[in-house]
């Protein structure tokens, strides 16, 4: 059969399928439906490109978002209205920097607390400080706004210090504590707003969430070693220190005013910085931050908690910080120990090296003291030995019942024919020196005849204890001070009887007639004047 008569075939057999009269029914048929067809596969195509359409017109509503959200705000008056941030985002940006200190390398969540002001502000400039490179490292997208700072000290690189001045351009400084979230540009604009008008703060307390921030005392002695907290009622628009989780903004000259400003843990070494140069901290009651959870379990927390005792250790003894209490309920000691040699060396001249240097002797070493004169007194106590407070200690007694201050040691006089009642005495004489059950430790004194009994064999804060005999009336002992203007004889009269006064939380034997005893030994009026021991030399005494 030829093509042409094959063609015809076809077109009768369809005609004859669907009933078709003609051949021109069968043709208009048969366009219909290829229309038909054709217009699904428009409306599929169709479908598609205003998916796609969609789908891009949310993505640049994200982008736009990103660099311009719309704030709504009141005006002076009142009325509401809307307006672009971008102003605020760029003034945002000329007035804050961003700093994260407080964070741990173990686990962390540095990367999205960047993020978070990034979009929130994203012209700002955020500088991760970290006392040396983070290991795990951090998957933070750095940038000219993302820095990195590391405080590690290198030969041949820029002070990391100098450093962070050349970074922070802004006149104000932002400290933020690891999982802190803003909430939005314009909250935290309005603090800052809020520090330029409170002219009698250097610093702003901003809390994180619902933190309920308190305003505890603090006061930094120097001179003592020591820092004590204390708690105050009150006056929390000027603190000297300011409890609980909140962000903490200055002015950025004063921060460099500081001496260590990025020391760890932060707070508590800028509110010392702070509160020596007297400077007060505000408290902010807007909401601007929120907090988000960092740790995943318990081991990750106690280790947090861990490093941060010791960093706290660290920082106390950088600040030459001894002695914390915390109202006069809980003190901890950052000095020597029974396992540690004493805080000063070899006292020349009676001038102890800290004393040279305007400080009184740390309260490391005055806890030592007082707990070996304890020991003795307690020993002298159950061998009835005859004995007394001698030179600086009975006068830090009839001063304060303690030790003075600058005091370095206890003086302890006693009958040296007593000495025989006390086995420690007589283990003396057989041994030369020993160490008793309780880890003090006894010697003869290599000076002449005197004994000393040290806190350990180790730290060598001490008590001496000197043999004195009565001859014509008159107590006398073998060996004599010429730099000790107190070291001199005197009548036996003073002795009968003993007496008890309050010394270092006990009642121990002294002269009778105290004051005159004293001034006998030291000159009129030594208990109302105090003097330091070659006081001319004294920095600042």
């Given at each position: 059969m030829s093509a042409?008569?094959?063609?015809?075939?076809?077109?009768?057999?369809?005609q004859k399928k669907h009933g078709f009269k003609s051949y021109a029914d069968f043709n208009f048929f048969t366009r219909k439906r290829l229309l038909k067809l054709g217009s699904l596969q428009y409306m599929k195509?169709?479908?598609?490109?205003?998916?796609?359409?969609?789908?891009?017109?949310?993505?640049?509503?994200?982008?736009?978002n990103l660099f311009s959200l719309d704030q709504y705000v009141l005006s002076a008056n009142g009325a509401s209205q809307y307006y672009r941030e971008d102003a605020q985002h760029l003034l945002l940006a000329k007035e804050v920097t961003?700093?994260?200190?407080?964070?741990?390398?173990?686990?962390?969540?540095?990367?999205?607390?960047?993020?978070?002001?990034?979009?929130?502000?994203?012209?700002?400039?955020?500088?991760?400080?970290?006392?040396?490179?983070?290991?795990?490292?951090?998957?933070?997208?750095?940038s000219q706004t993302v820095r990195f700072v590391n405080l590690q000290l290198h030969p041949m690189l820029e002070n990391p210090t100098d450093t962070l001045k050349r970074m922070i351009t802004t006149p104000y400084t932002l400290f933020i504590p690891d999982g802190t979230n803003i909430t939005r540009s314009y909250a935290l604009l309005q603090a800052v707003r809020n520090m330029k008008t409170r002219k009698l703060i250097k610093a702003l307390a901003i809390p994180i969430g619902y933190e309920k921030l308190t305003c505890p005392g603090m006061d930094v002695h120097l001179r003592s070693w020591s820092?004590?907290?204390?708690?105050?009622?009150?006056?929390?628009?000027?603190?000297?220190?300011?409890?609980?989780?909140?962000?903490?903004?200055?002015?950025?000259?004063d921060l460099f005013q500081l001496t260590s400003p990025f020391e760890r843990p932060l707070y508590v070494s800028l509110y010392m910085q702070l509160t020596l140069r007297r400077w007060k901290t505000g408290i902010y009651t807007g909401e601007v931050f929120t907090p988000k959870t960092i740790f995943k379990n318990f081991k990750s927390e106690w280790k947090h908690k861990h490093m941060e005792e010791l960093r706290l250790e660290s920082t106390m003894k950088k600040f030459e910080i001894k002695k914390v209490s915390y109202d006069k309920q809980k003190v901890i000691y950052y000095g020597c120990t029974k396992e540690t040699e004493r805080c000063f060396g070899t006292v020349v001249n009676s001038m102890p090296e800290f004393l040279y240097k305007g400080k009184w002797t740390p309260p490391c070493c005055l806890k030592a003291v007082r707990e070996t004169a304890r020991h003795v007194f307690n020993m002298l106590n159950k061998c009835s030995a005859r004995y007394w407070l001698e030179g600086g200690s009975l006068l830090g007694a009839a001063r304060q019942k303690d030790i003075i201050p600058w005091d370095y040691d206890v003086d302890i006089g006693v009958y040296r024919e007593d000495l025989d009642y006390c086995?420690?005495?007589?283990?003396?004489?057989?041994?030369?020196?020993?160490?008793?059950?309780?880890?003090f430790h006894w010697e003869k004194a290599t000076e002449g005849e005197f004994f000393r009994i040290h806190y350990s064999v180790v730290n060598r804060n001490h008590v001496d204890i000197f043999p004195f005999y009565s001859k014509s009336g008159i107590m006398t002992k073998n060996t004599w001070f010429k730099t000790h203007r107190q070291d001199t004889e005197f009548p036996e009269h003073y002795l009968?009887?003993?007496?008890?006064?309050?010394?270092?939380?006990?009642?121990?034997?002294?002269?009778?007639?105290?004051?005159?005893?004293?001034e006998y030994k030291f000159g009129k009026g030594v208990i109302e004047n105090p003097r330091f021991p070659n006081s001319e030399m004294v920095v600042g005494g």
């Open positions: 042409s008569g094959s063609h015809y075939e076809n077109k009768h057999r369809g195509c169709l479908m598609i490109v205003l998916v796609i359409n969609l789908l891009v017109f949310l993505y640049l509503i994200y982008a736009h961003v700093i994260i200190r407080e964070f741990e390398d173990f686990e962390n969540r540095v990367n999205k607390t960047v993020k978070n002001f990034k979009w929130i502000s994203p012209f700002m400039t955020v500088i991760i400080v970290a006392d040396n490179i983070p290991y795990p490292p951090m998957a933070v997208n750095f820092v004590d907290f204390t708690n105050f009622v009150g006056g929390e628009g000027m603190c000297d220190y300011v409890q609980g989780s909140h962000a903490l903004l200055m002015s950025t000259s086995k420690q005495f007589v283990t003396l004489k057989e041994k030369g020196s020993f160490t008793d059950e309780a880890g009968k009887p003993l007496t008890k006064v309050e010394f270092i939380g006990m009642n121990v034997s002294a002269p009778n007639n105290i004051r005159q005893f004293l």
